[in-house]
């Protein structure tokens, strides 16, 4: 399997923080990796796919970028509604796996 | 716009099946890999696996044992059968679509239901 690796687990942050949250890949995935945001009691919701690409509705706020085996999700400013939990998602293998989440939490 | 909706029951019993359908509205169940995802409380994500309309499969290897994946087209539903269930079962069960877009890398899941909550218990 192709394991997932987010960092941190977790953070704190202010409204309109730049936050990056980091996802690395066991192997090369080239760019088949998503990114979902999840609030409390809701389904996940795809923000990014293909690594960069931004799902249609979501904030221009939100980008991901690649570098090798490094991902990265960053949100340029933290609005309110941004406080919930991101998970990295490979699609290059089965199975499909996720990084183990991390929360943003208000500071 | 595709919706997705979980159905079944809340509660299974230890050692015995737990069987969910995911019916599909709003658009054609006859392309795309339909996926079941699982998330215990408090924890992570973890696939289950998917189906091709054609009825193809590709299940998780650490559950693979136990799971049954069909799907209904004239229905539009397709379901999942885990065995053998335990505690470590419990979870809420999401469907979703596994889509792809010509000229893209990748596959990603997208939309999905709002999840079912399944509890193991005696």
Not at chain 2, 45 to 54: A, C, V
Not at chain 2, 98 to 105: D, L, M, P, R, S
């Amino acid at each position: 399997d192709i394991q997932m690796t987010q960092s941190p687990s977790s953070l704190s942050a202010s409204v309109g923080d730049r936050v990056t949250i980091t996802c690395r890949a066991s192997q090369s995935i080239s760019s088949y990796l998503n990114w979902y945001q999840q609030k409390p009691g809701k389904a996940p919701k795809l923000l990014i796919y293909a690594a960069s690409n931004l799902q249609s509705g979501v904030p221009s706020r939100f980008s991901g970028s690649a570098s090798g085996t490094d991902f990265t999700l960053t949100i340029s400013s933290l609005q309110s509604e941004d406080f919930a939990t991101y998970y990295c998602q490979q699609s290059y293998g089965n199975p499909r796996t996720f990084g183990q989440g991390t929360k943003v939490e208000i500071k | 716009q595709v919706q997705l909706q979980e159905s079944g029951p809340g509660l299974v019993k230890p050692s015995e099946t737990l069987s969910l359908t995911c019916t599909v509205s709003g658009g054609s169940i006859s392309r795309y890999y339909w996926t079941w995802i699982r998330q215990p409380a408090g924890k992570g994500l973890e696939w289950i696996g998917r189906i091709y309309p054609s009825g193809s499969t590709n299940y998780n290897p650490s559950l693979k044992s136990r799971v049954t994946m069909s799907v209904a087209t004239s229905k539009s539903q397709f379901s999942l059968r885990l065995s053998s269930v335990t505690a470590a079962d419990t979870a809420m069960y999401y469907c979703a679509i596994e889509i792809a877009v010509a000229g893209t890398n990748g596959n990603w899941f997208d939309p999905w239901g709002q999840g079912i909550l399944v509890s193991v218990s005696s």
